[in-house]
């Protein structure tokens, strides 16, 4: 297990930018594919994106595909989540989480360590 802290959410207008960064514990976050999730107001928590154990291959649901990055620094144990040209619907806590599955995963049952969460909010 790692012990995952997210940081970095806010309040920002539509059409601004954000940068989520997910602190990890532990010798061994180089292993994991790590990945994003989010959970808007009574909805069902939802995939975002994911990064392989290297940082060599990233995936994206469509509905950030073009506006988020995910990156990886296993140097500082830190995970980041650029996200751009943002949207009053990505309204959202931001959930980063661990996945064994070091080629990476969109599966939320895949995931065996999640951060608190960190809110962002887009205003119109």
Do not use: H
């Not at 069902?44 to 995936?59: A, D, H, K, L």
């Amino acid at each position: 297990q790692v012990q995952l802290v997210e940081s970095g959410g806010g309040l920002v207008q539509a059409g601004g930018s954000l940068r989520l960064s997910c602190a990890a514990s532990g010798r061994t976050f180089s292993t994991y594919s790590m990945g994003w999730f989010r959970q808007a107001p009574g909805k069902e928590r939802e995939f975002v994106g994911y990064i392989n154990w290297s940082g060599g291959s990233t995936y994206y649901d469509n509905s950030v595909k073009g506006r988020f990055t995910i990156s990886r620094d296993n140097a500082k144990n830190t995970v980041y989540l650029q996200m751009n040209s943002l949207k009053p619907e990505d309204t959202a806590v931001y959930y980063c989480a661990a996945s064994s599955l070091r080629f990476g995963t969109a599966r939320y049952s895949d995931f065996g360590s999640w951060g608190q969460g960190t809110q962002v909010t887009v205003s119109s």
